[in-house]
């Protein structure tokens, strides 16, 4: 059964960058042809996607976060990355990373999901 | 980008209600439209993909329909563990979610 675990600081500085990681199990990311994902949730709102990665390095990025976003992957450790640079208060959420559905695609569905990670923007 | 708007923003219905909740895309997205259910302090949790698939072990009572800009999610039979927040999901275009609906106990 694949099982994604973000993991990361629950706290981070204004004008900081924000890192986190995504551990996948239960399969390979670089024997599957699919893309992985993270998605952001502020406190009492709503879901929005924050950028997509295959493990071949090609990625896109929601483009109202494209100009301070890096999702990276590492192979060798199963793991996906997110960085987002000089955030702000209104960059406090939880942090999904989530498996898209359909092969080779970057716009599909998402159908495994991590738990979620806190990450809150305060001095 | 594609704009996804969703309504009711909260709907009050009882055990054994038929709800609909209704989701409306900026423009078309053919059938490419997902419905997901979050649960407090929980990852949202897949429903439906495609418009109207049902995805595997998720129970009958949840069913969707449309096509275009126009979408809707069913619960024929509310059961009490259905109570929680459903948000629907374009997928043409990359990635856009509704703003949710909390389906709560009247």
């Known amino acids: 059964q694949l099982q994604l675990q973000e993991s990361g600081p629950g706290l981070v500085k204004p004008s900081e960058t924000l890192s986190l990681t995504c551990t996948v199990s239960g399969g390979s990311i670089s024997s599957s042809d699919y893309y992985w994902g993270w998605i952001r949730q502020p406190p009492g709102k709503g879901l929005e996607w924050i950028g997509s990665i295959h493990y071949s390095g090609s990625t896109y990025y929601n483009p109202s976060l494209k100009s301070r976003v890096t999702i990276s992957v590492d192979t060798s450790k199963n793991q996906l990355f997110l960085k987002l640079s000089s955030v702000t208060a209104t960059d406090t959420a939880v942090f999904y990373c989530?498996?898209?559905?359909?092969?080779?695609?970057?716009?599909?569905?998402?159908?495994?999901w991590g738990q979620g990670t806190l990450v809150t923007v305060s001095s | 980008d594609i704009q996804m708007t969703q309504f009711p923003s909260t709907l009050s219905a009882s055990v054994g209600d038929r709800v609909t909740i209704t989701c409306r895309a900026s423009?078309?997205?053919?059938?490419?439209l997902a419905w997901y259910q979050q649960k407090p302090g929980k990852a949202p949790k897949l429903l439906i993909y495609?418009?109207?698939s049902l995805e595997s072990g998720v129970p009958a009572r949840f069913s969707g329909s449309g096509s275009g800009t126009e979408f809707t999610l069913t619960i024929s039979s509310l059961q009490p563990d259905d109570f929680a927040t459903y948000y629907c999901q374009q997928y043409h275009s990359f990635s856009t979610f509704g703003q949710g609906t909390k389906v709560e106990i009247k």
């Open positions: 423009q078309s997205i053919s059938s490419w």
């Open positions: 989530a498996r898209l559905a359909t092969k080779y695609s970057y716009s599909s569905y998402f159908d495994y």
């Open positions: 495609k418009a109207s």
